[in-house]
T-cell receptor, first 112, second 117 residues
């Protein structure tokens, strides 16, 4: 069965650079969730989208923005990167909201 | 390569009875294993984790899990279910690396626990 796809899987950026993470939900899923997990920490909810509209907002910094496109994939844009942004970024998708979430493999972002 | 299988998508128990949520994994590396809980409209919370120390791991809220290498299992148990335990539970596997961070994380598809009064 198709799963949630995230790209890239690994990304290395320098401070003050920008990064874009992509998430492709499971086919027919219309809701996407973004999480950030720092080393040794629980995943923190950032933001979610349902039918291309923001549905919920968590602890997403103002330097980050996200959107969901007409094909339901989502992109997380991160600007003015800081060392503390180094983390594993998970995307999850669901069919409807709030419904059971299926998690992707994550994108590991390293900021140097 | 690694994978994780949560054998039950739904588990229903009566309040005060034992809970068993099953998880089997496969991994080419020495794995770290985790159980997370997600309550409705809430974020993910770590219940417990195994990182090659004691095979019986105790977590929060009375949950525990036993790592059984021979069975490639990491089942989550609790002696007595409480109404507040109703939630979605995710089993997660990742390789253990030196830095303690996660190189690649694989989530199971989740088990929804229903607790009947």
């Amino acid at each position: 069965a198709a799963g949630v796809i995230q790209s890239p899987r690994h990304l290395i950026k320098e401070k003050r650079e920008t990064a874009t993470l992509k998430c492709y939900p499971i086919p027919r899923h219309d809701t996407v969730y973004w999480y950030q997990q720092g080393p040794g920490q629980d995943p923190q909810f950032l933001i979610s989208f349902y039918e291309k509209m923001q549905s919920d907002k968590g602890s997403i910094p103002d330097r980050f923005s996200a959107q969901q496109f007409s094909d339901y994939h989502s992109e997380l844009n991160m600007s003015s990167l800081e060392l503390g942004d180094s983390a594993l970024y998970f995307c999850a998708s669901s069919e409807g909201h709030p419904k059971k979430q299926y998690f992707g493999p994550g994108t590991r972002l390293t900021v140097t | 390569a690694q994978s994780v299988t949560q054998l039950d998508s739904h588990v229903s128990v009566s309040e005060g009875t034992p809970v068993l949520l099953r998880c089997n994994y496969s991994s080419s590396y020495s794995p770290s294993l985790f159980w997370y809980v997600q309550h409705p409209n809430k974020g993910l919370q770590l219940l417990l984790k195994y990182t090659s120390a004691a095979t019986l791991v105790k977590g929060i809220n009375g949950f525990e899990a036993e790592f059984k290498k021979s069975e490639t299992s990491f089942h989550l148990t609790k002696p007595s279910a409480h109404m507040s335990d109703a939630a979605e539970y995710f089993c997660v596997v990742s390789p253990t690396n030196e830095s303690g961070g996660y190189q690649k994380v694989t989530f199971g598809t989740g088990t929804k626990l229903q607790v009947i009064p």
